[in-house]
């Protein structure tokens, strides 16, 4: 079979139901193996050619929808929350006696480490349109514990998000074992080096991992929130309305776990937390010069 680098795929093994991209082609023990990334799904594979077939062109675009439709679904609950708080924020910081327009809001800032170049980008995107200010970094996982402590102090970020791909493998080992999963001791020595430059849980929020990721050893290295509570895969997407959600709730007020994650496409049995406070600042007045140069 002709499969290409970077070719689109599916693994009749499990009824093609998440979309690969291939990555690397590698010969193993005289066999041609494929290392395959989720094209929606925070996950990384590796195949027999003869367990994979390329997705046609109509399949893939019908998956797609079907993603895309879910997404926008999430889009759709989030801005609603964000409106809420929004609403609420308003009463609250004026008494509900001045006009609303006279104050102004500071958002949490985001720093995202990714290990996939492709996913940061959807995620960029999705910053963008939430409004979110963030500084995206593309890194392989390997290299993160090293790099994240440089990047800390210079983007001084209010939420820290470590992910990329992840798996794991019931060949290396249980599943409390670390050494059985691809990148989750990567993450986790990244989420302990960022805990030396800034310990406190609420000074900087973490959000880290991937699909299938050792979730216990997270929160325990020191993670707010992460994947994956029962290994299952996450979605690209998930990280960002996890962290959208900490950036727009005021900083006086906790968090509730299951607000987060009821939002998120995998829900709680991909994403888990601990009780954190919220990181946006409202201040006033809102003054724009150019009001005042007309007085």
Same mark, same amino acid.
């Given at each position: 079979?002709?499969?290409?680098?970077?070719?689109?795929?599916?693994?009749?093994?499990?009824?093609?139901?998440?979309?690969?991209?291939?990555?690397?082609?590698?010969?193993?023990?005289?066999?041609?193996?494929?290392?395959?990334?989720?094209?929606?799904?925070?996950?990384?594979?590796?195949?027999?050619?003869?367990?994979?077939?390329?997705?046609?062109?109509?399949?893939?675009?019908?998956?797609?929808?079907?993603?895309?439709?879910?997404?926008?679904?999430?889009?759709?609950?989030?801005?609603?929350?964000?409106?809420?708080?929004?609403?609420?924020?308003?009463?609250?910081?004026?008494?509900?006696?001045?006009?609303?327009?006279?104050?102004?809001?500071?958002?949490?800032?985001?720093?995202?480490?990714?290990?996939? /170049?492709?996913?940061?980008?959807?995620?960029?995107?999705?910053?963008?349109?939430?409004?979110?200010?963030?500084?995206?970094?593309?890194?392989?996982?390997?290299?993160? /514990?090293?790099?994240?402590?440089?990047?800390?102090?210079?983007?001084? /970020?209010?939420?820290?998000?470590?992910?990329?791909?992840?798996?794991?493998?019931?060949? #290396?080992?249980?599943?409390?074992?670390?050494?059985?999963?691809?990148? %989750? #001791?990567?993450?986790?020595?990244?989420?302990?080096?960022?805990?030396?430059? =800034?310990?406190?849980?609420?000074?900087?929020?973490?959000?880290?991992?991937?699909?299938? !990721? +050792?979730?216990?050893?997270?929160?325990?290295?020191?993670?707010?929130?992460? %994947? !994956?509570? %029962?290994?299952?895969?996450?979605?690209?997407?998930? /990280?960002?309305?996890?962290?959208?959600?900490? %950036?727009?709730?005021?900083?006086?007020?906790? =968090?509730?776990?299951?607000?987060?994650?009821?939002?998120?496409?995998?829900?709680? #049995?991909?994403?888990?937390?601990?009780?954190? #406070?919220?990181?946006?600042?409202?201040?006033?007045?809102?003054?724009?010069? +150019?009001?005042?140069?007309?007085?």
């Amino acid at each position: 079979m002709n499969i290409k680098i970077m070719d689109i795929v599916g693994r009749k093994s499990y009824n093609c139901d998440i979309l690969f991209r291939v990555i690397d082609i590698q010969h193993i023990n005289g066999q041609k193996v494929a290392i395959l990334y989720g094209e929606d799904f925070r996950l990384i594979a590796d195949s027999p050619f003869t367990d994979l077939v390329i997705i046609d062109q109509n399949e893939r675009v019908k998956l797609e929808q079907e993603y895309r439709t879910l997404e926008e679904q999430s889009l759709k609950l989030f801005e609603q929350d964000v409106d809420l708080l929004r609403q609420r924020q308003e009463y609250e910081a004026t008494g509900g006696y001045v006009k609303p327009s006279n104050y102004f809001q500071i958002p949490g800032k985001v720093l995202h480490v990714d290990g996939d /170049p492709a996913y940061l980008k959807k995620c960029m995107t999705l910053y963008e349109k939430i409004g979110i200010p963030v500084l995206g970094i593309h890194c392989n996982e390997k290299e993160m /514990p090293e790099r994240i402590g440089e990047l800390i102090d210079y983007y001084r /970020p209010d939420i820290l998000v470590i992910t990329g791909h992840d798996a794991y493998s019931k060949a #290396k080992g249980k599943i409390t074992d670390i050494n059985a999963y691809r990148h %989750s #001791k990567h993450f986790v020595q990244t989420v302990r080096e960022a805990r030396r430059k =800034i310990p406190h849980l609420d000074q900087l929020v973490i959000f880290a991992g991937a699909c299938q !990721s +050792h979730f216990e050893s997270l929160i325990h290295a020191g993670a707010n929130f992460a %994947s !994956s509570p %029962s290994r299952i895969n996450i979605h690209a997407l998930d /990280p960002v309305y996890i962290v959208a959600k900490i %950036s727009f709730t005021p900083f006086m007020e906790r =968090i509730n776990v299951w607000d987060v994650l009821r939002n998120t496409l995998t829900g709680e #049995k991909g994403l888990g937390g601990i009780e954190t #406070k919220g990181v946006l600042r409202t201040g006033m007045p809102y003054r724009p010069h +150019h009001e005042e140069e007309e007085e």
